[in-house]
């Protein structure tokens, strides 16, 4: 099946950088979603974007489909900004996710 | 408008016993998922309904597992027999025809 790998794994940021999270995954995907998961263990839609570009505030992400790979920005990064980020790929209605790049953000 | 609910948040169990989880979508979506987490883990996708129809089990990891959504809204997932193994949150999600998936907050299952 499908395979879905996320980089970092961990990353430690001090509050106000710039981080890039990837997404790689090996075969054609119909959609592709970002995810925040807060302490609580809510997953948070942050983008829908199976190609392309889409900036929502301080965050953006990118897909190239035709490489299999996309990339979530968040800049002027915050401590509320902290939590598991999971990238997750549709093949025939259901999502394969990867296996998250835990952040956490210090003040 | 109302996003996807979960009953029970949690639930404490003995091996052995049975359990239902229930998943109220959002309104109007058609297309319901279940999927379940470990801890450190990314979530796994169980089962897939369209309607009233399970699109696809696949993810079911064995016959003890059942989910039903008999009239094409809630849905109740069934774990017959529990062992320790199936301790995890267990995660529902809905869209509309299958577009952008959206979750509930989970039930944590704990199997004593």
């Known amino acids: 099946g499908i395979q879905v790998e996320q980089s970092p794994p961990d990353l430690i940021l001090q509050e106000g950088a710039n981080s890039t999270l990837r997404c790689n995954f090996s075969?054609?995907?119909?959609?592709l979603q970002w995810f925040h998961q807060n302490p609580w263990g809510q997953l948070i839609n942050l983008f829908y974007i199976p190609s392309g570009t889409k900036q929502n505030g301080r965050l953006s992400a990118t897909t190239v489909a035709t490489e299999r790979y996309s990339l979530l920005y968040i800049s002027s990064s915050q401590t509320t900004d902290s939590g598991v980020y999971f990238c997750a790929v549709s093949q025939g209605g259901k999502l394969i996710f990867g296996q998250g790049t835990e952040l956490s953000v210090k003040p | 408008g109302a996003g996807v609910s979960q009953t029970p948040s949690n639930k404490v169990t003995e091996k052995g016993k049975y359990v239902e989880l229930r998943c109220d979508p959002i309104s109007g979506h058609t297309a319901l998922y279940w999927y379940r987490q470990s801890l450190g883990q990314g979530p796994e996708f169980l089962i897939y309904f369209q309607g009233t129809g399970a699109a696809d089990d696949s993810g079911l990891p064995n016959d003890r597992f059942f989910a039903v959504r008999p009239e094409g809204s809630v849905s109740t997932l069934k774990i017959q027999r529990t062992e320790r193994g199936d301790s995890a949150v267990y995660l529902c999600?809905?869209?509309?025809?299958?577009?952008?998936?959206?979750f509930g907050p989970g039930t944590r299952l704990t199997v004593l």
């Open positions: 075969d054609s995907v119909n959609n």
């Open positions: 999600a809905s869209s509309f025809s299958g577009d952008e998936q959206f």
